[in-house]
């Protein structure tokens, strides 16, 4: 989002900038996509810079009930949608702005699109919509998804006999609008980097993690429970897509056979790699919610016992009740939270009471576990969020500077490192790496940086900017590096 206002600042929409230096590390989207919520509401706040990521979240959870219904049914769809929605790591990324929000919805979508249109038999549209979206997604975060991808299609494909087809042209089309929404950014971008080391950076940040640079053994055993942790509570019925397996040889058994293998062998080559992050198998996240609507609807559910399904009622039912607790006498919790805690007990004894009948089975489950997740989730988003950030260091921080400086007042960051708390400057704040480069129409009165810079640099501020005014002093909240905030007087341009 840093990047994204510095591009709206200065105009330089190819080579993203942080700090005043050029941030190559990662491919530009979620910074034009946070730019487009900054310029379209005209406000700079934790609110608008979210809208792109909601947004997308939004997006994925429709395209994967309208393109699995074919495949699925309309109640199998709309479960796997409740599951891929109400996963642990899709709710706390989905309402951040980071780029696994962006880059694990358009991952997601290219996988329903190419699934979806290809049972319908249009398989020359899954490959070509799937490359443009994929393309997309490398210009959230590059290659990795592309792995993700062909793990799981190629899966699909070995389980129909078919792999052939990726040496077809249909596929080989597909590619090409792949590359197509890429390239040109890319040979842009290094053709306009002042540094001349695009491709460098690239290929770095692509080995960066086949290497041991970021190796912790105990990050590395816990490297799978945590991926497991991030799918909760739908996790707890994964071990149900391979206890159930398919039967037959009808494609759509074959599907569920090669979407499971797929998955597997897609997650355990990721989780295995030495500086792996569990986050970085977030996109897996859907395949995984796939398999689990289609393995409930087919083939688990009528095989569970009565206490298996009464199991899950009584947690579901448990998570509707200790969230009202935890959000009682917290804000509108008097007539809101209490009505919803309520409601949701009943709607639990209501599809309870439906299950008996054997109405729905399935999607009852979802329906059930979907609505405890979400009130569950509001209470931690009421209740343990506003505490998280009444100890935060940075708000504290800014409004020290705001109280010196006022309200409106421009201020330079001048050669400080990647930050969060630049953001609660909002508009007025302009970072750079070379004070000769500014803006000769910005109204310069206020710098911040680093101390032992302003002594380096001192004289050569006043000769630009004119007589010092006040100094003082500041301790970065995140890092305890000494700042100084001074003021000089306006030079004429």
Request: proline share 6%; aromatic share 12%.
């Amino acid at each position: 989002m840093l990047p994204g206002r510095t591009m709206l600042q200065t105009g330089e929409w190819i080579v993203p900038r942080s700090g005043g230096r050029v941030y190559n590390r990662k491919p530009p989207l979620v910074n034009w996509m946070s730019a487009a919520a900054m310029n379209l509401t005209g406000s700079m706040d934790e609110w608008t810079v979210r809208v792109p990521s909601t947004l997308m979240m939004l997006a994925l959870v429709l395209c994967v009930y309208g393109c699995l219904s074919g495949w699925l049914g309309n109640d199998g769809a709309l479960l796997a949608a409740l599951i891929t929605l109400t996963n642990i790591g899709f709710v706390e990324k989905g309402r951040l702005i980071e780029i696994e929000a962006l880059y694990m919805s358009l991952f997601a979508i290219a996988l329903v699109s190419w699934l979806g249109l290809r049972w319908q038999g249009k398989d020359t549209a899954a490959w070509v919509v799937s490359g443009l979206v994929l393309g997309l997604g490398f210009l959230a975060k590059g290659p990795p998804h592309m792995l993700y991808f062909y793990g799981l299609v190629i899966g699909v494909l070995a389980a129909e006999r078919k792999l052939r087809e990726l040496w077809g042209w249909r596929h080989l089309l597909g590619l090409a609008c792949f590359f197509a929404v890429w390239v040109p950014w890319a040979v842009m971008n290094a053709a306009r980097n002042p540094l001349k080391d695009s491709g460098e950076v690239w290929v770095t940040q692509i080995t960066h993690r086949l290497g041991f640079t970021e190796f912790d053994v105990l990050n590395y055993l816990l490297q799978i429970p945590q991926c497991l942790v991030n799918f909760l509570p739908w996790a707890l019925l994964l071990p149900l897509c391979w206890k159930f397996s398919p039967q037959g040889d009808d494609r759509h058994a074959q599907w569920l056979r090669g979407l499971r293998t797929g998955l597997l062998w897609s997650f355990l080559l990721v989780a295995l790699l030495p500086s792996s992050r569990p986050r970085f198998l977030l996109p897996l996240n859907v395949a995984a919610a796939v398999l689990v609507a289609e393995m409930l609807m087919r083939v688990a559910l009528p095989k569970l016992s009565r206490w298996w399904m009464l199991s899950f009622e009584v947690l579901a039912a448990l998570g509707f009740a200790l969230a009202g607790a935890a959000l009682w006498g917290g804000p509108w919790s008097y007539w809101l939270w209490l009505p919803v805690m309520i409601l949701g007990l009943l709607w639990v004894r209501h599809l309870h009471q439906q299950r008996k009948r054997g109405e729905g089975t399935a999607l009852c489950l979802g329906l059930v576990t979907s609505l405890a997740l979400v009130q569950v989730a509001g209470a931690f988003w009421l209740q343990v969020v506003p505490r998280l950030l009444h100890r935060e260091d940075l708000r504290p921080f800014v409004v020290q500077i705001t109280e010196r400086i006022g309200p409106e007042a421009p201020v330079i960051l001048y050669k400080l490192d990647e930050h969060m708390w630049p953001f609660y400057l909002g508009w007025r704040c302009l970072e750079m790496a070379d004070i000769k480069a500014r803006p000769r129409t910005y109204p310069v009165n206020w710098l911040i940086m680093q101390k032992r810079t302003w002594h380096e640099e001192r004289a050569l501020m006043m000769r630009i900017f004119g007589t010092l005014k006040s100094e003082m002093p500041l301790i970065d909240p995140k890092n305890g590096n000494e700042l100084v905030l001074v003021n000089l007087s306006r030079s004429e341009p």
